[in-house]
């Protein structure tokens, strides 16, 4: 009798939780059904809950939704009533003579305005910087003249080389009554946190916040892989830096990767473009911390004190480049900086040319693309020959075969992990910043781009994009026809879930 007793209650069991999981199963591919994502994204997460019993679902519910958390969703809300009243006040600083430009540039401004609402400014000052030692030791200059502020914010900060002579450098600035504050990513930089430096840089006055943190608790109630992956220096609210450089030094980061040192470009920036990277720092400083309060009944006494307090001021004319600001993340306008990269590709009519180290497409992007090759556009794509991820990897190369077919050109650079995010247009303006080609950075990370409409600036970048083909071998059809049956099929396997890399 207790054997066969047993014996139901382990079949009760079994059917209990075949059930469970069935009505799990379905309720949450109805949950991401109406969520009305772009297909790719529903369609891979539809397979993940469908093909991994349990599992897929507990993935979902870790990874599905952007939830930022009910204490950091109302701080951002009081962050962008500060932000958006703030960028009010850019509209008439420094205003672009679009007559000047070609007809194509200034409805891409009329875009990312309406989408992000800052403004194109001119009079700005562009200092291209290409090798990793050389952006440090700029960085390190600019502290060390710092009078009143320095502000840092980066996805990764690890220790080692000239990123140890950047920490010394802020912790002489705090020493000599410089505020100093530094925003790093949780995760990004969970090492930096672990170490003896971040001692150092508190014990010297310096603030050091943590982006988004993460951990096992957190994942349970909020979305842990929505990063600040910006990358934004800013000394007295008058020099500005970004790019796609991490506070790190390439010979001594990732070395055990197999992957080479990693190669990056940064701008150094002056003019009137400065005021908005400014604000952008101190508005995402405000959603880490509880200073995002509004301190006073009136918002515009509130927004004189924050720009008192950092440096966030109208800066004059110093050179003859329009520049506009976009930065982007789940709590700016949706897909924005996915739109605007679909405008930038339409708009091509001679060249395109961009280089990333992650190239995961989505449908849009990839047609886009083969769109512009097909109307003789000639469409260069550079990326790394090897990648410090292998799902990434394999993601790419299921969309090179179509792309190739279309006519666009693959170049696989030898020379490191090309790390830059750089697109040129016709010789006539540029894309500039930390967004890649993946989903992450359209969806979920908040990233900086620079639109620049400057020939002058877009021919000195496509000099450095040139240097990067010269260092680089063209991938061909007959590459792709060689590969084994496995290699294909993993490259199919990561593109249905390519949504999600």
Known sequence: MEIETLHWSKHFLTIFFALADLVLRLGLCGRVIMRQRQYGVTLAWLVVILLLPFLGAIVYLFFGENRI????????????????????????????????????????????????????????????????????????????????????????????????????????????????RILIDSIGSKEFFRGIQIQQLKQAGVNVIEALPAGFFKALFVRIDIRNHRKIVVIDGKVAYTGSQNMVDPRFFKQDSGVGQWVDTMVRVQGPVVEAMAGTFISDWFLETDKGKLRSPSLAKDILHIRKIADVNHQASVGDIPVQLVPSGPSFSQE?????????????????????????????????????????????????????SKLVSYASYARYKTLLTSGVSILLFQGGLLHSKTITIDDEFSLFGSVNIDMRSFWLNFETTLFVYNQKFTQELRTIQKNYESNSVELCLDDLANRTFVQRFLENAALIISPLL
């Open 69 to 180: 958390g009910e204490t950091r969703a109302k701080r951002a809300r009081e962050s962008l009533d500060h932000y958006h009243t703030w960028l009010a006040s850019l509209r008439h600083i420094s205003p672009v003579d679009w007559s000047k430009l070609s007809p194509e540039l200034e409805p891409i401004h009329n875009q990312a305005d309406k989408l992000i609402g800052i403004p194109t400014m001119d009079g700005n000052s562009l200092e291209l910087i290409e090798e990793p030692e050389k952006i440090i030791r700029s960085i390190i200059r600019d502290i060390d003249t710092a009078r009143s502020t320095c502000h840092l914010q980066f996805y990764i900060w690890y220790e080692g080389g000239t990123a140890n002579d950047v920490v010394d450098a802020v912790i002489r600035a705090a020493k000599r009554g410089v505020t100093c």
């Open 336 to 388: 924005a900086i996915h739109q605007l990269l679909l405008t930038t590709i339409y708009a091509s009519r001679k060249t395109l040319t961009l280089t990333t180290p992650y190239f995961v497409p989505d449908e849009s992007i990839l047609t886009a693309l083969e769109s512009a090759a097909q109307r003789g556009v000639d469409v260069r794509i550079i990326v790394p020959e090897k990648n410090d």
